[in-house]
C-alpha cells in the first residue's frame, strides 16, 4: 500500500517534468533532469519507462501527420521540377539584364557619388556657417573689447568682458580660440587695474599741484558772497538807521571798506565766469578707477588706497614754510592749499558712493584742524606787524567762512581768533608806543597859538576842547594845551580805529565788540600811553616848564576821556549805562602820570635849588657882613618867582605844594650848609651875612609867589632857621637855656645839638682871630661865656642821649 502509494505520488511528478522538459529551452533541461535523480531510489527507472511511453505517442503522432502530408509533398516536388526549366530561362534573363543595368548605371553611380560629395560639402558648409555664425559675436564682442582698451573706455572693455564670460563664452567653449581669450581675460583686468590707478596716481599728483588755485577760487567765491551780503546789509541799516550813525563820517566809510575790501586781488577789472570745482579738476579719473575696481570686487582696497594717499597728501599740505610768518602770501598759499584739498575731498564726498565717507572727512578735518591751530599759533607768535596780523585774521576769516559753507566746523579757528586778537593788540599797543613817543618828541610844550577862526576850528575838530572863556577872547590867543593833545586824542581814536577792523567778521555781538573796544582802550590808556608818559617824565632834558605843559596836558586827555566812551558807544551802538559795559580807565591813568609829573617837578625843582646853592662862596671868616643879600640867593629867588609864575597854570594844590616843598628844600640846604662837618670855623660876621640871605628867603615867602596860601604858612619853612639865627644874633642864650622844652618858647625849634654845633665852630673862630683876648676883658668874658654855654648845651645833648 505505501509502494502504490508512492508510485501514485511519483506519477503526476514525472508528468510534470516531462511537460517542463518539453516547454523550456534545452539549457534548462539539465537542472529538470537533475531532480529526477534527486527523488527515491526507483524514480530514474520509473522516469524513464515514462519518457519511453511518451516518446512512442509522439512517433504515432508523426506518422500521422506524414501519412497526412504526404501526398501533397509529392505534388510539390512534381511542381518543382515542372518549374526548373522555367526557372533557369529566368536566371539567364534576370543575368542578362542585371548585366544591362549593370553598364547603364555606371554613370548614375558616378553622378550619384558627386551628388552625395556635393551634399556633404553643403552640409559642412552649413556646419560652419552656424559654427561661425556662433562665433562671430564672440569675435566681435572680443574686437570691441580691444577697440575699447585702444580708446581707453576700460569700464565699458570690464562690461564687455563680464558679458563675454557670462553670454558669449559658454557658446563657444569648446573652441581652442576661446580658451585663448579666456586665458587672456584676467591679464587684460590687470592691465586695466594697472592703467586706472596710473590715471589715479596722476589725479592726485594734479590736484596736489593745483589745490592753491582750487582753495582760491573756492575762497575767493565765499569773500565775494559774504561781500555781497554784507554790502546788502549796510544798505539796509542805512536805509532804517539813517546814515548819522557815529559821531565821525570816517567811521562808517571804514567800515566799509573793512567789509569791502578783497584779501585777494582781481586780474581783471571785470569779474570772469564763476568758476566751480569741476571746472578746474577733472575728476573722470577718480570716477573711472572707482567704478573699475567695483567691476572687480576691489572697491575696498581702491578705497584704502586713496583714502591713504589723501592722508598723505593732507599732512603735505598742512606742514608750512618756514617763513610763513613773514609775509602775508605764505599764509594765504597755506590756507588755499588746504581749502583746495577739503573742497576736493567734499566735491568726492557727494559725487561718489562710498569712496570717502562723512565721518571719514570729519576725522581727516578735525586731524586737520588741530595742525592748522598748531601752525597759526606758533607762527603767529612771531607777527609783530600789526597790518600782518590783521591780514592774517582776515584770512582765518575767509578760511573759515569758506570751509564752513562746505560743512565742516570752524568754532575753533574762531576761538584761535581770539588769541591772535590779544596778540594783535599788544603789536598794536607796541607801534602805538612808538607813536606816542614820536609825538612826544616833537611836541614843543607849549601853549597852542591860534591866530585866527581857522586855525581855531581846525583843532576843534581834532580834538573835543570847550572854554566859554577862549571863546570869547580876540584873536590871536592860546589853547592850553600843547600841540601833543590833539595828536594823541586823534591816534586813540585810530587805535580803536584798528581795533575795531580785527573785531568786524567774527560772529560777535555788539556788545562783546564793545567790550573788546573799551578793554584794548583802556590797555592802551593805562599801560601804553601812562608807560610813554612816564618815561617822558623821568628823561632829563624835560624841564620844569615842560612837567608843567604835561600836567596840563593829562587834565584835558583826562577830560576827553568821556568823548571817546561816546565815540565808542556811537560804533558799537551800546549804551554806557548798560550794566556790564566797561569803562574807560582815563582818570586813574593821567591821575598817575600828573602825580609822576608833580613829584619830578618837586625832584626838578629841588635839584635847581641845590644847583644854585652849591655856587654860594661864603667867606665865613669875615669880620663884618657884606649888607646886602648874597647874589646866588638872588638869582635863586628871581629864578623861584619865573617859574611860580609858569605854575599859575597849574591846579592850586599842585603849585602851593610845589612851592612850599621849594621853600623847605633851601631851608634844609642853608641849615645842612651852615651844619656841614667840613665847615671847621663860623664867624659872627659870616652869621650876619647868613642871616641876610635868610631875611630875603623870608621876604620871598611872604610875597605870595603862589596865591592860595594862608597867614605866613610860607613863611614857616624858614622858622627853624629864622630861631636859630636870632638866637645867635641876640646871644639870648639864658632864655633858651632857661625856657628850652616849654612849649612857649621863643626857640621852641632850635635843637640843642644844631645849637652846639653851630656854637663850636664859632668858638673856635674866636680862639684864633682873638689871639690877644686874654689881655681885652669883654673878649674873656665873651670867650667864657660861649665856653660855659658849650658845657650846658652839652649837658643838656647827654641829657637828650640817655632820656632816649
Request: charge should be negative.
Amino acid at each position: 500500500m505505501a509502494e502504490s502509494g508512492e508510485g501514485l505520488g511519483t506519477v503526476p511528478e514525472h508528468e510534470r517534468i516531462l511537460q517542463e522538459i518539453e516547454s523550456t529551452d534545452t539549457a534548462c533541461v539539465g537542472p529538470t533532469l537533475r531532480s529526477v535523480y534527486d527523488d527515491q531510489p526507483n524514480a530514474h527507472k520509473k522516469f524513464m519507462e515514462k519518457l519511453d511511453a511518451c516518446i512512442r505517442n509522439h512517433d504515432k503522432e508523426i506518422e500521422k501527420m506524414c501519412n497526412f502530408h504526404h501526398q501533397g509533398f509529392v505534388d510539390a516536388i512534381t511542381e518543382l521540377l515542372k518549374v526548373r526549366a522555367d526557372a533557369e530561362k529566368l536566371k539567364v534573363q534576370v543575368t542578362d539584364t542585371n548585366r544591362r543595368f549593370q553598364d547603364a548605371g555606371k554613370e548614375v553611380i558616378v553622378q550619384t557619388e558627386d551628388i552625395i560629395r556635393c551634399r556633404i560639402q553643403q552640409r559642412n558648409i552649413t556646419t560652419v556657417v552656424e559654427k561661425l555664425q556662433l562665433c562671430l559675436p564672440v569675435l566681435e564682442m572680443y574686437s570691441k573689447l580691444k577697440e575699447q582698451m585702444s580708446a581707453k573706455r576700460y569700464y565699458s572693455a570690464l562690461k564687455t568682458m563680464e558679458q563675454l564670460e557670462n553670454v558669449y563664452f559658454p557658446r563657444v567653449s569648446q573652441y581652442r580660440f576661446c580658451q585663448l581669450m579666456v586665458e587672456n581675460l584676467p591679464k587684460l583686468r590687470e592691465d586695466i587695474k594697472e592703467i586706472s590707478m596710473s590715471d589715479l596716481k596722476d589725479f592726485l599728483e594734479s590736484i596736489r599741484k593745483h589745490s592753491d588755485k582750487i582753495g582760491e577760487t573756492a575762497m575767493k567765491q565765499a569773500q565775494q558772497q559774504k561781500t555781497f551780503s554784507v554790502t546788502l546789509q549796510i544798505k539796509q541799516n542805512n536805509v532804517k538807521f539813517g546814515k548819522n550813525m557815529y559821531i565821525n563820517d570816517r567811521i562808517p566809510e571804514e567800515s566799509s571798506e573793512i567789509v569791502l575790501k578783497h584779501t585777494f586781488e582781481e586780474e581783471e577789472e571785470n569779474e570772469e565766469e564763476v568758476l566751480t570745482v569741476q571746472d578746474l579738476v577733472d575728476f573722470s579719473p577718480v570716477y573711472r578707477c572707482l567704478h573699475i575696481y567695483s567691476v572687480l570686487g576691489d572697491e575696498e582696497a581702491f578705497e584704502n588706497y586713496y583714502r591713504k594717499q589723501r592722508k598723505k597728501q593732507a599732512r603735505l599740505v598742512l606742514q608750512p614754510q618756514s617763513n610763513m610768518h613773514e609775509t602775508v602770501d605764505g599764509y594765504r598759499r597755506y590756507f588755499t592749499q588746504i581749502v583746495g584739498f577739503f573742497v576736493v575731498e567734499d566735491h568726492i564726498l557727494h559725487v561718489t558712493q562710498g569712496l570717502v565717507t562723512r565721518a571719514y572727512t570729519d576725522e581727516l578735518w578735525n586731524m586737520a584742524l588741530s595742525k592748522i591751530i598748531a601752525v597759526l599759533r606758533a607762527h603767529s607768535s612771531y607777527c609783530t606787524d600789526p597790518d600782518l596780523v590783521l591780514e592774517l585774521k582776515n584770512l582765518i576769516v575767509i578760511f573759515a567762512d569758506t570751509l564752513q559753507g562746505y560743512g565742516f566746523p570752524v568754532n575753533r579757528l574762531f576761538d584761535l581768533l581770539f588769541e591772535i586778537r590779544d596778540q594783535y593788540n599788544e603789536t598794536l599797543l607796541k607801534k602805538w608806543a612808538g607813536v606816542f613817543r614820536d609825538i612826544f618828541e616833537e611836541d614843543n610844550y607849549s601853549p597852542i597859538p591860534i591866530v585866527n577862526e581857522e586855525e581855531y576850528k581846525i583843532v576843534i575838530s581834532k580834538f573835543p576842547f570847550q572854554d566859554p572863556d577862549l571863546e570869547k577872547q580876540s584873536f590871536p590867543k592860546k589853547f592850553p594845551m600843547s600841540q601833543s593833545v590833539p595828536h594823541i586824542y586823534i591816534q586813540v581814536k585810530e587805535f580803536i580805529y584798528a581795533s575795531l577792523k580785527f573785531s568786524e567778521s567774527l560772529h560777535r555781538s555788539s556788545t562783546e565788540i564793545d567790550d573788546m573796544l573799551r578793554k584794548s582802550t583802556n590797555l592802551l590808556l593805562t599801560r601804553t600811553l601812562c608807560s610813554c608818559l612816564l618815561n617822558l617824565i623821568r628823561k632829563p632834558h624835560i624841564g620844569l616848564t615842560e612837567l608843567v605843559q604835561i600836567i596840563i596836558n593829562t587834565t584835558h586827555l583826562e577830560q576827553a576821556c568821556k568823548y571817546l566812551e561816546d565815540f565808542i558807544t556811537n560804533i558799537t551802538n551800546i549804551s554806557q549805562e548798560t550794566v556790564h559795559t566797561t569803562r574807560l580807565y582815563g582818570l586813574s591813568t593821567f591821575k598817575d602820570a600828573r602825580h609822576a609829573a608833580e613829584g619830578e617837578i618837586y625832584t626838578k625843582l629841588n635839584q635847581k635849588i641845590d644847583e644854585f646853592v652849591q655856587l654860594a662862596d661864603y667867606d665865613w671868616t669875615m669880620s663884618e657882613p657884606d649888607g646886602r643879600a648874597s647874589g646866588y640867593l638872588m638869582d635863586l629867588i628871581n629864578f623861584l618867582r619865573s617859574i611860580f609864575q609858569v605854575f599859575t597854570h597849574l591846579p592850586g594844590k599842585v603849585a602851593q605844594t610845589a612851592c612850599m616843598s621849594a621853600c623847605q628844600h633851601l631851608s634844609t640846604s642853608l641849615m645842612q650848609m651852615l651844619l656841614d662837618s667840613e665847615l671847621k670855623q663860623i664867624s659872627m660876621g659870616a652869621v650876619q651875612q647868613f642871616n641876610l640871605d635868610v631875611i630875603q628867603c623870608e621876604l620871598f615867602a611872604s610875597s605870595e609867589p603862589v596865591p592860595g596860601f594862608q597867614g605866613d604858612t610860607l613863611q614857616l619853612a624858614f622858622i627853624d632857621l629864622r630861631q636859630l639865627l636870632d638866637l645867635f644874633m641876640v646871644w639870648d642864650w639864658s632864655t633858651y637855656l632857661a625856657d628850652y622844652g616849654q612849649p612857649a618858647s621863643k626857640y621852641l625849634r632850635v635843637n640843642p645839638n644844631t645849637a652846639l654845633t653851630l656854637l663850636e665852630k664859632m668858638k673856635d673862630t674866636s680862639k684864633k682871630n682873638n689871639i690877644f683876648a686874654q689881655f681885652r676883658k669883654n673878649d674873656r668874658d665873651k670867650q667864657k661865656l660861649i665856653e660855659t654855654v658849650v658845657k650846658q648845651l652839652r649837658s643838656l645833648v647827654n641829657g637828650m642821649s640817655q632820656h632816649t
